[in-house]
């Protein structure tokens, strides 16, 4: 069964820092990688997706790296600011039944002003 | 805009009720999913559909029901045998490629539905 775990889980720095949060899965065999924000009380906006056959995405200020083998994701946040703050989770798609996302249990970032 | 709804925001139920929660997209997506989210935790898939009139069940299904009579709704009914109904309801869809492009959609959530049952 894959597992998927976010670290840490609670973070909080000063503006203009640069960040890095980190996803790590059981089992390599995945589809794709998908990176998400979310806002207290509401749903998850998309932030970067990862196909199984790339290395990395960029968005903004926001990058996101994959590397299957050893089962790890990470989310760089360059310049951060106090709109950043929110929930970061990211859920992997299952290679071997190509609907079912598993997610992990988010990083609640705080970036004080 | 495209997107998807949820429907109510918010919702309260008596114990030994069923409830059904709505969610409608006009993304023309082909799949779409039910999720719970509980305080501190991540999201525990309930169903999911790939497809008109056909669905499957997620990691905790017990409990729920779905119905999937037409591409843009995906409505779940809670139903009194859920143990724990109280959480946060997310619907979400996505589209489906085939072959080796079959996982490769993002996933677009919906605002969600607090259910509260007393």
């Known amino acids: 069964k894959q597992e998927v775990t976010q670290i840490p889980a609670a973070l909080s720095v000063p503006e203009g820092e640069n960040l890095v949060l980190n996803c790590s899965f059981t089992?390599?065999?995945?589809?794709?990688l998908q990176w998400f924000r979310q806002d207290p009380g509401k749903g998850l906006t998309s932030l970067l997706l990862i196909q199984s056959s790339q290395r990395e995405q960029t968005s903004g200020r926001l990058n996101a790296s994959l590397d299957k083998s050893s089962g790890r994701s990470t989310l760089y946040i360059a310049a951060s600011q106090p709109g950043d703050s929110a929930t970061y989770l990211c859920?992997?798609?299952?290679?071997?039944?190509?609907?079912?996302?598993?997610f992990g249990e988010g990083t609640q970032l705080t970036v004080n002003p | 805009d495209g997107g998807i709804t949820q429907s109510p925001k918010y919702l309260f139920r008596k114990e030994g009720q069923n409830v059904t929660l709505s969610c409608e997209q006009n993304l023309n997506h082909d799949a779409m999913y039910w999720y719970r989210q509980d305080p501190g935790q991540g999201l525990r898939l309930i169903y999911y559909?790939?497809?008109?009139?056909?669905?499957q069940k997620g990691d905790i299904a017990e409990g729920y029901s779905v119905s999937r009579e037409k591409k843009e709704s995906f409505p779940l009914t809670v139903t009194s045998a859920q143990k724990n109904p109280t959480a946060f309801y997310l619907c979400a869809s996505s589209a489906t490629g085939t072959g080796a492009n079959r996982g490769g959609s993002p996933l677009h959530f919906g605002n969600g539905t607090r259910l509260t049952v007393t």
């Open positions: 089992d390599s065999a995945i589809y794709n």
């Open positions: 559909s790939q497809i008109v009139n056909d669905f």
């Open positions: 859920a992997v798609r299952l290679g071997t039944s190509g609907s079912r996302l598993t």
